[in-house]
């Protein structure tokens, strides 16, 4: 077996396949030499989110027979085209769920606490207690746009916070357990005009692009479930896309959002002349949610188990284009 790792991989990962007898070729390669063949010859590529893999790539490496996909998001591999090629797509779906809830929830209380903003004060000499006066997240409701795995973790740490959940999800497959004190919507304007605190937990695509925008902003209603006036929050540790940036931005001009807090973007690495970033209410990180040292082990472990099952057998659990089956 001969795999490409483009992306980096945790080297107990890497041991897994030389003990599996793999010959590794561990190197980032750009758009241009992916395109030109490069990696032809190979039996598996395995990628997290900086590499493409285009239709153009793969009729490139005719050698291909399966992708890995180190994390959960496939928006960077064309899975048609993968399908087309008789290539299968794995990923490791649970390996960062616990590390991106965390980051959430972290997200969550920094902004409700104004712990960005402090932190800036602090740092550029000035006692902001006075005005560094924010609110419990407890009391609050939360709405999560999305119920899959990271939002139901979410869901439960929040509820044990003492926050009101809601949630919006039109793709829930049947089976799915809910929590009993979950409130579901039917729609995700009522989600929003429902919730003051709102956290997006769904993939990119024509539909989600920029739902949470100026006219869903607005809707938000201010005050919590206890009375408050706490303001309106956004967190997004999902996909960058899903919050029009130019919005928010303007939003938070006007006072209609209280706090922001992004870990991914539409474009990254972010620009240092972004607009978001002159907002004092703006908490950004440069896409961390899976990045802790627990979770890159139980990721790099999933993904060489599952492209190794793929190469002997032809399919795992992980398979994304089942069509190719």
């Excluded at 290539?87 to 969550?108: F, K, M």
Aim: aromatic share 2%; net charge negative.
């Amino acid at each position: 077996m001969r795999i490409a790792i483009t992306d980096g991989l945790h080297h107990e990962a890497l041991d897994v396949l030389e003990s599996a007898g793999a010959t590794l070729l561990v190197e980032h390669h750009d758009a241009a030499a992916l395109a030109s063949g490069v990696l032809n010859g190979v039996d598996a590529i395995i990628v997290r989110s900086a590499t493409k893999l285009t239709a153009e790539v793969m009729a490139a490496t005719p050698s291909l027979r399966v992708i890995g996909r180190a994390g959960v998001g496939v928006d960077n591999i064309d899975l048609a085209a993968a399908t087309t090629a008789n290539v299968r797509v794995v990923n490791a779906p649970g390996a960062s769920t616990r590390s991106v809830v965390e980051l959430t929830v972290g997200h969550l209380l920094a902004s409700a606490r104004l712990v960005g903003p402090s932190d800036r004060a602090l740092r550029d000499g000035r006692w902001i207690k006075k005005q560094a006066t924010g609110t419990e997240i407890a009391g609050k409701r939360l709405g999560l746009v999305g119920y899959g795995r990271i939002a139901r973790g979410v869901a439960q740490a929040a509820s044990g916070l003492g926050m009101e959940v809601h949630a919006y999800d039109p793709y829930l497959p049947d089976g799915v357990d809910i929590a009993p004190a979950v409130h579901l919507h039917a729609d995700l304007d009522s989600l929003f005009a429902a919730c003051t605190h709102i956290s997006l937990h769904c993939n990119l695509t024509d539909e989600t692009r920029h739902l949470a925008n100026a006219a869903r902003f607005a809707m938000m209603p201010g005050v919590g479930a206890d009375g408050v006036a706490c303001g309106n929050h956004v967190v997004n540790c999902a996909r960058g896309g899903l919050v029009h940036e130019g919005d928010a931005a303007e939003a938070l001009d006007a006072g209609v959002l209280s706090s922001l807090a992004l870990d991914v973007f539409e474009h990254e690495p972010l620009a240092p002349d972004h607009p978001l970033l002159k907002h004092e209410r703006f908490l950004g990180t440069p896409h961390i949610g899976a990045s802790t040292l627990e979770a890159q082990r139980r990721v790099g472990m999933d993904i060489v188990n599952a492209v190794l099952q793929t190469l002997a057998s032809g399919t795992c659990s992980t398979v994304v284009n089942r069509d190719v089956l």
